[in-house]
């Protein structure tokens, strides 16, 4: 079968249009590193790799409500250890202050340093966190929680509100408790009524500027009084090592959800990329090969092409 020359010029002329769009293609999928670059390159995969695209971003929005939680959490779970260690000082003193054998001067002593941890505790009560918000004061977080009075009283300005952030969809977590249940509702023993730290120390601290008395009857009243001292330090102690515990459980919780979603945000992408990525060395080694191709094309059009205008000019 003869092929004219119009069909023989209009066919390569395809050809190599045709060889030039794949390149253009190929080049594209080479620079973007994609094989899926519009929609209608593969629908149902396009669909697909938006609702990735909107998992990723719905668990990156919760990434950062973790770290958030994790900033608050971490820093209360500081402050707590703080608060944990000058009690249990709080209580040795509480002991060395019942030693019937300290005289005055000792017992002076014992008492400014009970009154510097006294205010070392409410600097710490007072934190406040990265952003500036303060970490015991419930909701009212730009309110500095706890003031002393020219009494040397302390008390808290804060709510009973517990900051919560939501770490994954329908699941929150507290990012703090409250100064009031913390610092002002401390576990007392015997079941004896929760009282403030600071009206704790303050209790301690009465107890031993009444010195000693000659009265026996006076005396075994301030001894007991002494004695159940040591047992508040000791119920203080616990109860803020409770809420440390209690933190560190919610921290606990914040960084197992925050590793659950960055391995599903890895997951998706994995995904996303089997989809829409392109093998960029299979995609070279074809726009190599297509270059090549169109270049002889190219080359044979050229010289057939003017061998067709030579004999018709002949």
Do not use: W
Not at 13 to 20: A, H, P, R, V
Not at 50 to 62: C, G, I, N, R, T
Not at 171 to 191: I, K, N, Y
Not at 194 to 201: E, G, K, L, T
């Amino acid at each position: 079968m003869q092929i004219s020359s119009k069909e023989f010029f209009r066919t390569q002329l395809t050809g190599m249009s045709d060889l030039q769009s794949r390149i253009a293609r190929l080049q594209q999928e080479v620079s973007t590193g994609k094989k899926l670059l519009q929609p209608s390159d593969d629908p149902s995969g396009y669909v697909k790799i938006q609702s990735l695209k909107q998992s990723e971003a719905a668990f990156e929005q919760y990434g950062r409500n973790i770290s958030v939680a994790n900033q608050r959490l971490s820093q209360e779970d500081s402050v707590l250890g703080e608060v944990v260690i000058s009690t249990t000082r709080l209580q040795e003193l509480a002991i060395a202050g019942a030693n019937g054998t300290n005289d005055p001067s000792a017992r002076r002593a014992i008492i400014s340093e009970m009154e510097q941890i006294s205010d070392e505790i409410a600097t710490l009560a007072n934190s406040v966190d990265s952003s500036g918000d303060f970490i015991f004061a419930g909701f009212q977080s730009r309110i500095k929680p706890f003031l002393k009075a020219t009494d040397g009283s302390i008390s808290y300005l804060g709510d009973s509100g517990r900051r919560e952030v939501e770490i994954a969809k329908g699941v929150l977590t507290a990012t703090s408790s409250s100064g009031r249940e913390v610092f002002m509702q401390v576990s007392q023993p015997d079941g004896l009524p929760s009282a403030s730290i600071f009206s704790i120390i303050k209790s301690a601290i009465e107890t031993l500027k009444l010195g000693d008395s000659p009265n026996p009857a006076t005396q075994a009243k301030v001894n007991q009084a002494r004695t159940d001292a040591v047992s508040k330090m000791k119920s203080a102690m616990e109860h803020f090592s409770t809420y440390q515990t209690i933190c560190g459980s919610r921290l606990q919780k914040v960084e197992s959800v925050r590793d659950i979603g960055q391995s599903a945000i890895t997951s998706s992408k994995i995904m996303r990329s089997t989809i829409e990525d392109s093998k960029i060395e299979e995609v070279a080694t074809e726009l190599s090969q297509k270059s090549l191709n169109l270049t002889a094309s190219q080359t044979t059009f050229a010289r057939i092409a003017q061998l067709s205008l030579f004999n018709f000019l002949r």
